[in-house]
């Protein structure tokens, strides 16, 4: 579907203008017309313009005037609580599209620090690699993944009992870790993990070690 | 590749029998009808009036120029006199200008929309494209088991050291005296706390003047240092390393605490039994 984007603008063509005219507001009778039938409810439409000798009421004159009545019914307030015109409408719009725009950019933002978080855990990069501006909203991503990581620990850490289970666990792991030396942080994460890979591989082949002891 | 719906199917011109569906679908089709209405006193500046009443009762209503003056005429109320017009005029012409700068501003805001949305888009497929993540640490932090979280957690800290100490260097280049996290880390090596200007900054806070002290006091004796909260493990104590770290959840002498990195310079506080406090860090 590769329709052209049409400016939100006055058609200066005068022949444009009436072509677009036309289609639109048989565009607008037949959506007044679903919405209607759709949802059961009263819909009334009146266009005018240059272009018509007296202006378009839809459904009907009979309809609309039963829409009117109904509609002078009702008292001034509720009249007006949800009335709009262009400038209304429009304002309101921009203001929506402004926020849902907000947001979804705050929401790359953290995508984006996300990724850069995990580069600098991989050894791709390092903080001090990072844009000075970037660098509070790092942080953030990082407080609140450590925020869920302890979360989650407790909530496993409760499940498992005893914290007995959890020191078998460190233990099981930090057996197999050598203390490495580090001239900085960002190349530490993946390496540690990587010698650890290595050590467990290694260890799995030694029949015969107790490994869980904690003495050598 | 499976669908996740069907997308958009005919429906019946009935009345819908879903109270809740009806509900949403008058919403989102008022919205829609609003917005051609809209359009088209833009595009083509004819006048509208459109009036729908809710299943709930109420009323809303789109008029341009404004619903009471289309409906007066309609109903042919107050024809309006010769005077009238040329204000009318005036008026009009006032409120096309304003129309027409909200409708230049709305497409604006619409166009950074799509790029915002296109940016999700390139960061979504970056993260698809790139093979399965080789690292587990990315996988969600559901699958991880108690190991693994404390290790990420402990390597997630450190890098939220890092990190902070590269932005307050930031901050101190603008605010210098307010020196908490203690100057520029690595001439703190040498007991000298500056800030990048060069200036050194004798009003030191006492954590930093402690650190100062214990490099100096301990600055032969790094090679060979034991110290009570660094194990010794079958690969001993690895010598030659100024900055001694050990990034697993290493057993030390109190199993009921999560892991704490064991730093250069709590290696030196002695009488330190606590874990590491944010922000004293060491890089």
């Not at chain 1, 994460?189 to 490994?211: A, H, K, P, T």
Request: with cysteine; glycine share 4%.
């Amino acid at each position: 579907m590769t329709r052209q984007k049409v400016k939100m603008a006055f058609i200066e063509n005068e022949s444009s203008r009436k072509a677009t005219y036309k289609k639109r507001k048989s565009g607008i009778l037949k959506k007044a017309n679903e919405l209607a039938t759709l949802c059961g409810v009263p819909v009334g439409v009146i266009i005018d313009s240059a272009y018509d000798l007296s202006p378009e009421v839809w459904p009907s004159r009979e309809e609309m005037d039963k829409v009117m009545s109904q509609w002078q019914r009702l008292p001034v307030m509720d009249r007006t609580k949800k009335m709009l015109n262009q400038q209304s409408y429009l304002q309101q719009r921009i203001s929506k599209e402004s926020e849902t725009c907000k947001k979804l950019t705050k929401e790359n933002k953290e995508l984006q620090m996300k990724e850069v978080m995990f580069d600098c855990l991989s050894g791709k990069t390092s903080p001090s690699r990072i844009e000075k501006s970037d660098l509070r909203d790092c942080g953030n991503v990082i407080e609140q993944y450590l925020k869920n990581l302890n979360r989650r620990i407790e909530i496993l850490s409760k499940n498992d009992g005893a914290s007995s289970s959890y020191v078998h666990a460190a233990a099981t792991t930090s057996v197999a870790m050598p203390i490495v030396e580090m001239g900085s942080s960002s190349t530490a994460f993946c390496d540690m993990i990587r010698q650890q890979q290595i050590q467990s591989s290694m260890n799995q082949n030694v029949r015969g070690l107790d490994l869980n002891q904690q003495q050598w | 590749m499976v669908r996740k719906s069907k997308g958009r199917q005919k429906i019946e011109m009935v009345k819908m029998k879903n109270e809740n569906n009806l509900q949403v679908t008058f919403s989102k089709r008022r919205t829609g009808l609003f917005k051609k209405a809209s359009e088209l006193c833009t595009l083509c500046g004819a006048e509208i009036v459109v009036i729908v009443f809710s299943p709930g009762k109420k009323v809303f209503s789109f008029g341009h120029p404004n619903v009471d003056c289309v409906i007066d005429r309609f109903a042919n109320i107050n024809p309006p006199n010769p005077r009238q017009h040329t204000d009318m005029q005036l008026s009009e012409a006032r409120r096309n200008a304003i129309v027409r700068d909200l409708n230049n501003h709305l497409t604006q805001v619409t166009e950074e929309f799509e790029i915002e949305k296109k940016r999700t888009e390139d960061l979504k497929q970056k993260r698809k494209n790139s093979n399965m993540p080789e690292n587990w640490w990315e996988e969600p932090i559901e699958e991880l088991n108690l190991s693994q979280l404390t290790e990420f957690k402990c390597g997630l800290e450190k890098l939220r050291k890092t990190v902070t100490t590269e932005a307050s260097k930031n901050f101190q280049a603008i605010v210098p005296r307010h020196n908490f996290y203690g100057g520029s880390s690595n001439n703190s090596t040498f007991g000298i706390c500056d800030d990048h200007a060069g200036n050194i900054d004798t009003d030191l806070d006492l954590y930093n003047h402690q650190r100062m002290v214990a490099t100096n006091t301990f600055a032969c004796n790094l090679n060979n240092m034991m110290v009570p909260y660094h194990i010794t493990t079958p690969f001993g104590n690895i010598g030659n390393s100024n900055i001694i770290e050990g990034f697993t959840p290493e057993y030390n002498q109190n199993p009921n605490k999560l892991c704490f990195k064991q730093e250069h310079m709590s290696e030196c506080d002695h009488h330190s039994a606590h874990p590491l406090r944010f922000g004293h860090g060491y890089y």
